[in-house]
């Protein structure tokens, strides 16, 4: 099966970027970092959640877009090579199950009222 991207439906089918491009930091946000200090309370908004995060980033907070509104992220060590948008769900889970959950909530409940 030839590689094209269209037709990629897996992480594993899609290509990575190449090693000698290094990685991708928005030139925007590098600015703000440099601008900024990390021991300021001030979050650096962004709505760049493709770049990766490089080891000077570590100590900021960023308030990275999720579509919706900012989601703050503390940026430590263990974070450097991940992208911002990781640490910034797009979707809100709100819980699985139907009726036979809805009576087991409720049976629950009862139990905890009777004790």
Do not use: C
Request: zero cysteines; hydrophobic letters at 30%.
């Amino acid at each position: 099966m030839p590689w094209s991207y269209k037709g990629a439906r897996r992480k594993s089918d899609t290509m990575t970027r190449s090693a000698k491009k290094g990685p991708y930091i928005d030139q925007k946000l590098l600015k703000k970092i440099k601008a900024s200090s990390p021991a300021s309370d001030s979050a650096i908004k962004t709505w760049a959640r493709d770049s990766q995060i490089a080891p000077e980033m570590v100590g900021f907070t960023f308030d990275v877009h999720n579509g919706k509104g900012f989601i703050p992220v503390k940026v430590t060590e263990d974070m450097v090579g991940h992208r911002l948008g990781e640490f910034s769900p797009t979707r809100k889970f709100i819980k699985h199950g139907g009726k036979i959950q809805k009576e087991t909530e409720a049976q629950a409940k009862e139990a905890e009222q009777k004790q």
